[in-house]
């Protein structure tokens, strides 16, 4: 099995790239901001230097909140009207942020930001499914996880390369012409992949249902808890970076040089964990890897403590 049915639409490597642009837009808003961290927090009087800390969870929040609803909603409304909701909300919020003059106010249009840019991450995965099945379905998300896995890696590169030409406000707006590009592009080529009569009534009823099913179900509960924590753990990862590297280790412009170098890591590991998942095993390799994750963070929290809190970098 490979491609299903299709009406008049992109073709595959089109596809690919349309859907790999609109799953990246998560990631360079997130990444690009890390650079500008500290030039918002002194444009904005933020007194708590860990405050700034929030223009990046607060977006974080919106995506979880927003991503319970646009998939269900794309399921009674269609694909392309959820994605273009998701893109109005992203872009106004992405404007308010530009043109805050308060920090409160920043963090509400990176809020609005997170809610927006849930709808492309979670109805670009239903775009692929309703497109391809097996073998092509997984080989488009090999694609599209590929470009998501490289995003991170320039994308502080590019927020630090508009800071030396520009203001931090100027980040969001390359993020509106980014997310007005690719909108315009989606729009123009791709069809509505979800036929009127396989659409289901959107209601809260049924996102309760779905989600107390998980809850009632110990495996599932299990391991969204486990899945959450480890998250958890990465978003401390990227909201403090900024402030280690650029501040605690006075790395300045080199920031997103070792930004890119543990991303490459990160995209790495999954690149390989594809491939051991089909030796192995998930539970064998979920088991040693948190394991792992364990050991490590043992044995840096014991060389912290031992470095007065600062390590060798």
Same mark, same amino acid.
């Given at each position: 099995?490979?491609?299903?049915?299709?009406?008049?639409?992109? +073709?595959? @490597?089109?596809?690919?790239?349309?859907?790999?642009?609109?799953?990246?837009?998560?990631?360079?808003?997130?990444?690009?901001?890390?650079?500008?961290?500290?030039?918002?927090? =002194?444009?904005?009087?933020?007194?708590?230097?860990?405050?700034?800390?929030?223009?990046?969870?607060?977006?974080?929040?919106?995506?979880?909140? /927003?991503?319970?609803?646009?998939?269900?909603?794309?399921?009674?409304?269609?694909?392309?009207?959820?994605? *273009?909701?998701? *893109?109005?909300?992203?872009? @106004?919020?992405? %404007?308010?942020?530009?043109?805050?003059?308060?920090?409160?106010?920043?963090?509400?249009?990176?809020?609005?930001?997170?809610?927006?840019?849930?709808?492309?991450?979670?109805? &670009?995965?239903?775009? @692929?499914?309703?497109? *391809?099945?097996?073998?092509?379905?997984?080989?488009?998300?090999?694609?599209?996880? &590929?470009?998501?896995?490289?995003?991170?890696?320039?994308?502080?590169? %590019?927020?630090?390369?508009?800071?030396?030409?520009?203001? !931090?406000?100027?980040?969001?707006?390359? $993020? @509106? %012409?980014?997310? $007005?590009? &690719? $909108?315009? !592009?989606?729009?123009? +080529?791709?069809?509505?992949? %979800?036929?009127?009569? =396989?659409?289901?009534?959107?209601?809260?009823? +049924?996102?309760?249902?779905?989600?107390?099913?998980?809850?009632?179900?110990?495996?599932?509960?299990?391991?969204?808890?486990?899945?959450?924590?480890?998250?958890?753990?990465?978003?401390?990862?990227?909201?403090? &970076?900024?402030?280690?590297?650029?501040?605690?280790?006075?790395?300045?412009?080199?920031?997103?040089? *070792?930004?890119?170098?543990?991303?490459?890591?990160?995209?790495?590991?999954?690149?390989?964990?594809?491939?051991?998942?089909?030796?192995?095993?998930?539970?064998?390799?979920? +088991? !040693?890897?948190?394991?792992?994750?364990?050991?490590?963070?043992?044995? /840096?929290? /014991?060389?912290?403590?031992?470095?007065?809190?600062?390590?060798?970098?």
């Amino acid at each position: 099995m490979n491609a299903k049915p299709q009406e008049a639409g992109p +073709r595959y @490597v089109e596809f690919v790239v349309i859907v790999s642009l609109m799953m990246s837009l998560t990631a360079l808003s997130i990444d690009a901001m890390l650079p500008a961290l500290a030039q918002i927090g =002194r444009d904005l009087s933020v007194q708590n230097p860990n405050d700034r800390q929030l223009v990046v969870s607060i977006l974080f929040l919106g995506l979880a909140i /927003g991503q319970m609803f646009f998939g269900p909603l794309s399921d009674s409304t269609g694909r392309k009207p959820a994605i *273009y909701g998701g *893109y109005a909300l992203f872009i @106004v919020g992405a %404007l308010i942020s530009a043109f805050s003059t308060s920090f409160s106010i920043m963090l509400a249009g990176r809020f609005l930001q997170g809610i927006g840019i849930s709808a492309p991450r979670a109805v &670009t995965l239903a775009l @692929v499914r309703d497109r *391809y099945e097996g073998r092509a379905m997984a080989q488009v998300m090999s694609f599209v996880m &590929t470009v998501f896995i490289l995003v991170p890696m320039i994308a502080p590169s %590019l927020g630090q390369a508009i800071l030396l030409f520009a203001g !931090w406000q100027s980040i969001f707006i390359a $993020l @509106v %012409l980014m997310a $007005l590009a &690719t $909108l315009a !592009w989606f729009a123009l +080529r791709m069809p509505e992949t %979800l036929a009127a009569d =396989r659409r289901a009534p959107f209601s809260l009823k +049924r996102i309760v249902a779905a989600i107390l099913e998980i809850v009632r179900i110990r495996a599932a509960l299990g391991y969204t808890i486990s899945a959450g924590l480890v998250s958890g753990a990465f978003l401390g990862y990227l909201n403090s &970076t900024q402030q280690i590297f650029q501040e605690l280790y006075a790395l300045g412009k080199l920031f997103p040089i *070792y930004f890119a170098v543990i991303a490459f890591a990160i995209g790495f590991a999954s690149f390989l964990n594809a491939r051991l998942v089909m030796i192995w095993g998930m539970r064998f390799l979920v +088991r !040693w890897a948190l394991v792992i994750i364990f050991g490590l963070a043992c044995i /840096g929290f /014991g060389t912290a403590l031992l470095t007065a809190g600062q390590p060798p970098l």
